[in-house]
């Protein structure tokens, strides 16, 4: 999986990209980047990337122009997507990761200041993601969040141990309780069956904590995860109680 990303500050993700799992999924060539300077792309001596905007009112809009000329200098299938980060686009989430993952290529494009000309986001851009209702000032976390997501779905990147299969939102639920050791902690104890050894009794103790947890903090969500008629019954419970 390659994802080039336009930004007109490529040093944000120079942290992102040398340290830890993803640091290690680019030495092994599991993922890579490409990290492009919009200002690179434009033509005037003090290399301009934004402009008033016509019809007047605050703040500046990035020209079309470098971020065309950026997009179309990297080399790419026709199917590639290319996504505007925009609090306008489409809410991101964990189904959205898992759909992007499916691709091998990506085009990122942050905007800056008071956002992009319009005219990238209705003929350059082929989806738009917004990574929640709130505005940022600039597409670069936004950014970074969708890597470190869809990255991480990129089979080998969490290494062979960790599995993103039980995460949160993947099947639809909110993920168990976890413990590490201390088993006894300022009086506060793992639960007994997390020690017992026994792999059903811990995955269905895990799975009823998943409902109940998922039930507690966002109980929308089990209206579309998928639930046997056991779990069904836990839910009715849980309501009725
Ligand atoms: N004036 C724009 C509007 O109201 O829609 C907001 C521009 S924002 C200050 C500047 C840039 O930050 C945007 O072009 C976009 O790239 C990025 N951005 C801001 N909020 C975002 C969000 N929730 N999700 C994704 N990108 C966001």
Known sequence: MHIDILTLFPQMFQGMFSLGIFKRAIDQKLVSVGVHNIRDYTHDKHHTADDYPYGGGAGMVLKPE???????????????PVILLSPQGRLFSQQVAQELSRHSHL????????????????????DEISIGDYVLSGGELAAMVVIDAVFRLVP????????????????????????????TYRG?????????????QIDNWRRE???QRTYKHRPELL???????????????????
């Open 107 to 126: 085009i990122l494009i942050c905007g800056h200041y008071e956002g992009v000309d319009e005219r990238v986001r209705e003929h350059l851009a082929t």
């Open 156 to 183: 080998g990147v969490l290494g062979s141990e960790a599995s993103p299969l039980d995460d949160s939102h993947v099947a639809g639920l909110l993920e168990y309780p976890q413990y590490t050791r201390p088993a």
């Open 223 to 241: 209206d579309k995860a998928e639930l046997s008629s056991e779990e069904k019954r836990l839910v009715e419970r849980l309501r009725q109680s």
């Open 188 to 200: 506060w104890s793992v639960p007994e069956v997390l020690l017992s050894g026994n792999h059903a």
């Open 66 to 80: 470098p971020i065309f000329e950026a997009v179309e200098s990297i080399e790419r299938e026709a199917d590639v």
């Open 209 to 211: 904590q998943a409902i």
